[in-house]
């Protein structure tokens, strides 16, 4: 007869644990009905294809970009007068500093540039149409608010570099007439830099990323989970099949990858490539020349287009109204204004007011897609204006106290006369370009056509074009067309086949 043996420890342990975490699922479930809600959660379906991961892309390099702006913001002095020096403290003298300084920097770039492409491929397939306008306008306000805030963060460092933006656009508020002084002293508090540093910081660090914590769930998560996701052509044929893997374990598991994923590229990066040396461009100098280096994605396209813009004045009763300077702003105003209402425009051109699911392929929108390459062409040229600098003058000064050390050159330095020609021909590009975009992507895609690579025209006469017929018979044994009925006559052109 067999001794009965007591439960080895590990198991003991093992089946207690999963008993008091089923006692207090059934706990909670019986308080809070989780289970009739997170069971059809967890089986919504989602897409499959790589292009939809480019929104959570963004969303994990914003998740990383908290967490590393909450380290900084322990070290960083946000006071003009020691900005500087604590930034200059923070790459140099922390441990893990600089390392830190340029995974924010990096979660910041890949942050707007997932956004961008990420904006790219819902304009060009068309997932803004109804019913998912609302997404569409909630994620423009949330692209103006991550460049504004990303300029801020950029501005407030105290070099000379960030600076000299600071100081253009203060320049750009007392250019506005009656009301300039009034907006300057708004954001700077005085004579620059005056307080803008602690005003940016709290910008920086508080406001905007409070408005885009509420904002980025909701864009991302809630009104996405809410409504249907959007399906490929090359998926579904019908606008109301759903296709794709459940949320668990499928997109779960696909979601932690592209996290992992986007945090390691970013590190990565952030370990090999050195960006935004402060230590260079040395602290602000009021009169010193700036640094000819610019931010990539904060301030380039908006300074390229500067450069291509006249210095044109106007004397209005005793005012100098500075045209140069407002027209770059109002350019990218209109830009984004259009952008918001864009769905209600093409519903109005179009006449559709019916609700999508199915996103269109680039080639079925030819004026679209056409619009779409032409607004990149343009702001391309516009940031080319940034790639080339005068080469400055040889000055000799007077002994003074040292200068900072030199910031590093631009792409492209060449000399004044050379500079001129080229900013000339940009001027031309800028308006030459991108028409020429528009006319060649929209013939490009209505050569392609929605069917087959072909304009349906096109497919139509090759369906109609009567074969070569033998003169008696059809090499078949049957008589040719038009000695026998033919019940395909109607829908063939009387072409037996």
């Not at 600089?98 to 397939?125: P, Y």
Request: charged letters at 15%; aromatic letters at 10%; one cysteine or more.
């Amino acid at each position: 007869m067999a001794t009965p043996t007591k439960p080895r420890r590990r198991a003991t342990a093992v089946a207690g644990a999963a008993r008091a975490a089923r006692g207090s699922a059934l706990y909670l479930d019986d308080r809070l009905p989780f289970a009739r809600w997170l069971r059809p959660q967890l089986r919504k379906l989602f897409p499959s294809h790589w292009s939809f991961l480019l929104g959570e892309l963004a969303l994990y390099s914003f998740v990383f970009l908290l967490l590393t702006g909450a380290f900084l913001t322990l070290f960083f002095k946000p006071n003009p007068d020691v900005a500087f020096a604590s930034v200059r403290e923070i790459s140099l003298e922390v441990r893990g500093g600089l390392l830190m300084r340029q995974l924010h920097h990096w979660s910041a770039t890949v942050f707007v540039l997932s956004i961008v492409a990420h904006l790219c491929r819902v304009f060009f397939t068309g997932a803004f149409r109804k019913p998912r306008e609302l997404t569409w306008l909630l994620g423009v306000v949330l692209f103006v608010m991550v460049l504004a805030n990303s300029f801020i963060g950029v501005s407030m460092l105290g070099d000379q570099l960030a600076f000299s933006g600071l100081r253009e656009a203060q320049g750009l508020l007392l250019s506005v007439p009656l009301i300039g002084t009034y907006l300057s002293a708004f954001g700077f508090g005085g004579a620059f830099p005056g307080d803008a540093v602690p005003r940016l910081f709290l910008t920086h660090v508080i406001l905007i990323p409070g408005i885009l914590l509420a904002a980025v769930p909701l864009h991302a998560l809630i009104l996405t989970w809410r409504q249907k996701h959007t399906e490929r052509k090359a998926t579904a044929t019908a606008e109301d099949k759903v296709t794709g893997g459940p949320f668990f374990p499928y997109f779960a598991i696909k979601n932690g990858a592209t996290a992992l994923f986007t945090m390691g590229a970013i590190t990565l990066l952030a370990t090999l490539v050195r960006v935004n040396p402060v230590w260079e461009h040395g602290a602000y100098t009021p009169g010193a020349a700036p640094p000819s280096a610019q931010p990539f994605w904060y301030y380039g396209v908006l300074d390229g287009a500067l450069r291509l813009t006249p210095a044109w004045e106007i004397p209005v009763g005793g005012y100098v109204l500075q045209v140069g300077l407002w027209i770059p702003m109002a350019v990218l105003t209109a830009f984004f204004l259009v952008l918001l209402a864009y769905p209600f425009l093409e519903r109005r051109r179009t006449g559709d007011t019916g609700h999508h699911q199915l996103l269109d392929r680039p080639s079925d929108a030819p004026v679209r897609t056409g619009l779409g390459v032409a607004v990149l062409t343009f702001f391309t040229v516009l940031w080319a204006g940034t790639w080339v600098s005068a080469a400055p003058p040889a000055v000799t000064a007077a002994p003074g106290p040292a200068a900072p050390p030199p910031a590093p050159a631009a792409l492209l330095t060449v000399p004044a006369g050379t500079y001129q020609a080229v900013i000339v021909g940009l001027r031309v590009a800028v308006f030459v370009l991108p028409v020429v975009a528009f006319l060649l992507t929209r013939a490009l895609c209505r050569r392609r056509g929605p069917a087959g690579g072909l304009r349906p025209g096109r497919l139509r006469a090759r369906r109609l074009r009567p074969p070569a017929a033998p003169a008696a018979g059809n090499g078949e044994g049957r008589p040719p067309c038009g000695e026998r009925p033919c019940v395909r006559r109607a829908t063939c052109g009387g072409i037996s086949r």
